[in-house]
């Protein structure tokens, strides 16, 4: 059976890999790893044929470990039980280096049959998911690995590929090659940042070619056949797909509802409806928010009845929810009360708990002032009295502004009457 030309091509070292200069570019964090000889725990994340696979053999091939190779839709406990056995033999001496694709597949049971040998450095292993990890790897495997995301790769990262593959495939058959002005830009527009479909569609152009017997011509009206679906799934003008959710996101958050449309049938065009689905719901508490806090439930609801229906029916409810958040009211209150209140948390200022706050109901002999002191607020009038809640290193932090919608400076009279009150 013949190799299709992505595997022909595969780069050999790191300098040939495609793209991901946020993780193998000079001084970057995996390009270190690597260098340094020793092989952690990893989890690669991230679509499809952007070089995980690669990068992950790479690493094999110049480490000592003898490489054993799983794909989570296919494995199995005898699988893993397998490989697990070698490590008390010669081959595992060195330690065992076990890439598993598609970890996302295998369930909790097996990914813990893993675990003990991951914890005594028996089997290292490398692991790649296109799911996010941190909801479909088991935590302990998580909690002993270290997590890289890989990314679409960038249109200007692909031409060369896409080059040098026309470049193999011209030499292979003892041919001449004429690629007619915009076919590169064109497949590497149209890939949405998968180095292995721009490489599979330069096979599928070459097949599809006119040929002589001297030469091959390459024409952009059959480049455009071939690739009509794969540019639909990102953008038909050639934007990436990560940027059509973003032109979604900031659209909406600018209140331009036909704009939010226009992106939202972009994706729906393409199929991509998960997507869209839960941008929408991130939206609803990022950009909308306590200014109309119903939005998210109605949103929910939507995206529920969208998942149901499938397309084409799924655009009526997608569309409602888009238009909903569009024409809202905005408030970005939540998200930046969250994340100053996480900023304190990541900087260790934490501070223990308010006395009155602890789950005690006695003291010890040790404790120099008895009692617990906490103090009901619904048995006072309002339902609210005043106390201290924050810890010592904290009091007086202001996480939450309150937004100039109505419905938050509702609240915020409500609350400024009764604690100015009893203040």
């Given amino acids: 059976m013949p190799q299709p030309l992505a595997d022909r091509i595969r780069p050999a070292n790191i300098e040939e890999v495609v793209g991901q200069k946020h993780l193998l570019g000079a001084d970057k964090p995996l390009r270190r790893i690597i260098e340094s000889g020793s092989v952690p725990n990893m989890i690669f994340y991230g679509p499809s044929g952007i070089g995980k696979t690669t990068v992950a053999r790479i690493i094999a091939e110049n480490s000592n470990m003898v490489l054993h190779k799983l794909n989570g839709t296919t494995a199995s406990i005898a699988d893993i039980k397998d490989i697990i056995a070698r490590t008390d033999t010669f081959e595992g001496m060195n330690g065992i280096l076990l890439y598993l694709d598609e970890i996302q597949y ?25 799911e996010n990890p941190y909801f479909y790897v088991y935590n302990a495997i998580i909690s002993r690995s270290t997590v890289f995301e890989f990314k679409p790769v960038e249109p200007e990262e692909v031409k060369p590929a896409i080059k040098r593959a026309f470049g193999i495939l011209a030499e292979e058959r003892g041919l001449k090659l004429q690629v007619e002005n915009g076919v590169i830009d064109h497949i590497a527009l149209g890939c949405g940042g998968d180095v292995r479909k721009s490489l599979n569609t330069v096979e599928l152009c070459v097949l599809a070619a006119d040929n002589d017997g001297e030469k091959l011509v390459v024409r952009m009206d059959n480049v455009k056949a071939l690739t009509q679906r794969s540019n639909m799934r990102y953008d038909r003008d050639g934007d990436q797909h990560y940027d059509i959710l973003s032109a979604l996101q900031k659209s909406i958050r600018g ?98 708990f308010p006395r009155n706050l602890q789950n005690k109901h006695f003291d010890g002999d040790d404790a120099q002032v008895k009692g617990q002191f906490y103090l009901y607020p619904h048995n006072f009038p309002d339902h609210w009295v005043q106390q201290q809640y924050l810890p010592d290193e904290l009091l007086g932090r202001k996480y939450y502004e309150y937004g100039d919608n109505k419905n938050e400076q509702a609240a915020k009279s409500y609350w400024d009457k009764i604690k100015n009150k009893k203040g």
């Fill in 106 to 130: 295998l369930n909790k049971k097996q990914q813990q049959s893993l675990l003990e040998y991951i914890e005594n450095g028996q089997i290292t292993l490398i692991a790649s998911t296109t």
């Fill in 255 to 352: 209140s331009d509802e036909n704009a939010a449309l226009h992106y939202a049938a972009r994706l729906m065009e393409a199929g991509d409806i998960i997507s869209l689905s839960r941008r929408l719901l991130v939206i609803a508490a990022e950009d909308i928010g306590l200014a109309y806090p119903q939005a998210i439930s109605i949103v929910k609801s939507c995206v529920d009845s969208a998942m149901q229906l499938g397309l084409p029916e799924a655009r009526i409810p997608l569309a409602q929810a888009v238009i909903l958040l569009a024409t809202a009211p905005k408030s970005n209150s939540v998200i930046m009360a969250i994340d100053e209140a996480i900023a304190d948390i990541q900087k260790g200022i934490k501070g223990d």
